[in-house]
């Protein structure tokens, strides 16, 4: 029995328009027709037709950043060490359907801990859960100087940490082969981190060291793509986005202090970026004094933001594909909520057309993915992942955060599940031990006055 859906308007995925009285077929969980209805082949009476002529129909929407083990974690420690990674396991598994019912059919998880991604990729295919598809990196390659190395050295890095850190060429060379046997898609590596600043001066925003010199990754990035798998960069500061890019890394994320040479190198050898402008934006936007990260980051991220802007619309214009991604996962940026945030950001701020953003939102995002050209958008031979929309995101972009215009979901031509049921976050994400949130000195107790809550008041 194939499906017919009749559409308002049909956004393939492929262009940056949509076009009107079109019909979209699905057999056997896959596109076998999309264009115009007076050339669609009849519907059987056996066939299901759905009526969305009054409706936007799209193709699902990728997100390349989505970290499903992190739990909305309001600090590295609650990502790294208080939830036993099987836990992590069960509740990604919770959050990727969250994902899903925002209307994101494909996601790319760059970095977790041990094979918790992973292991929710596997019991999706296997048909176990409902939830999107995935591409998944293993713990991120780490050294002294890249994220995801945040404890002091007497402590090291857990085994339940979100990185790996190698310490020589062969520890590189051992863990991704190691990561290759276990079936990750894709190698991360923390190209750079938050502290470790080049000396002599240099700004300290736009200055961060390269956690691995050029050979290092040169070497690493060859050896990944001999074993078949694509190579994915953290790198905020211009010298690990340069290495990055002279590497030839698939995809660089952040690259937000990147210069004209970046930009030759990336054009030259065809690599994409994944700005992931929605976790600096959401942190200056949204962040509050009593924070623990408090004002020096929302401003920093202010200015990444800025900068980022003006070499990613510059990117943008010279033809490299921006993949759409989030950094979802942390506080500040939970499963579900500001996916599509992202394209209202290349619209508001890289001079983006909203087709052009949808495009890369759909088509282009989901292309990076594995199986990524049979994904992400509506055309014969392509995955039957389909929303039917309420609205015109061609007019107003943010209208895709609005949950209440998915009317419908199909994932592989099948509607999801549209369930949901509450959960105590406490028990999900909160689990560090973080007693108090001030000082309290005397001058502190005196200035708080009446705020100090009462326990008749609990
Ligand atoms: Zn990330």
Redesign the pocket.
Known sequence: MAKHIKCGSLFTGLDTKAEKDQTVVIDKGMVTYAGPSAKAPKASPKDEVIDASKYFVMPGLSDV?T?LAYGNARCEEDIDIYAPVEFRALRGMFMAHRVLLAGYTNICN??DAARVTLSIRNAINAGLFQGPRITTAGPYLTSRQGLTDWYPTWIGQPETSIGHLIRSRDEGIEEIRYQVKDGVDVIKFAMDGDTALQPNGVSKFSGLMAAFNQDELNYYTTESHRLGKKVIT?ARGLEATLYSAKAGVDCI?HASYGDDECLDEIVKRKLTICP?LT?LVNNYEFSQPTDGAGKGWSEHSKFEAETAFKFLAKAHKAGVPLLT?T?S?FAITPYGEWHAKELEIYVKYLGMSEGEALRLGTSVTAGFMTDGSRLGALAAGRHADVIIFDGNPLKDISQLMDKKRFKHILLAGEPISVETHDVDYRKVSQFSYDMWSDMYTQDRVKELGNQIRTIAAE
């Open positions: 950043h970290h760059p970095g953290h994320f992931t976790l991604g950094d996962g």
